[in-house]
Nanobody
Framework: VQLVESGGGLVQPGGSLTLSCAAS????????MAWYRQAPGKQRDLVAN???????NYEDSAKGRFTISRDNAKNTVYLQMNNLKPEDTAVYYC????????????????WGQGTLVTVSS
């Protein structure tokens, strides 16, 4: 199973970006999917997560600006980011939570390779 993020890039302050993360491989189910970010010299922090039930949670600075959504049939998670600020600049990582494979093997978490978001004028 692998996770591939896309959609990062350079955007001006106040602009918008949508990140995508597609999980592929021998997947039976994925309980939750999440976005984390890591700015230079800082730890990796949760931005938002969403579970099969549709329940979503957001870090405080993301509330009202970011929207996480998920296509369960495609094992894909999205992060719509609006009103971006320079402090949103970071590498954004996708995480799959409690992955069950078709052979019933399980992983507590799997990570993508990250996509860089730069907010600058």
């Amino acid at each position: 199973v692998q996770l591939v993020e896309s959609g990062g890039g350079l955007v001006q302050p106040g602009g918008s970006l949508t990140l995508s993360c597609a999980a592929s491989g021998n997947i039976r189910s994925i309980d939750g999917m999440a976005w984390y970010r890591q700015a230079p010299g800082k730890q990796r922090d949760l931005v938002a997560n969403i579970f099969t039930s549709g329940r979503a949670n957001y870090e405080d600075s993301a509330k009202g600006r970011f929207t996480i959504s998920r296509d369960n049939a495609k094992n894909t998670v999205y992060l719509q980011m609006n009103n971006l600020k320079p402090e949103d600049t970071a590498v954004y990582y996708c995480k799959a939570i409690r992955v069950t494979r078709t052979n019933w093997n399980r992983s507590l978490e799997l990570w993508g390779q990250g996509t860089l978001v730069t907010v600058s004028s």
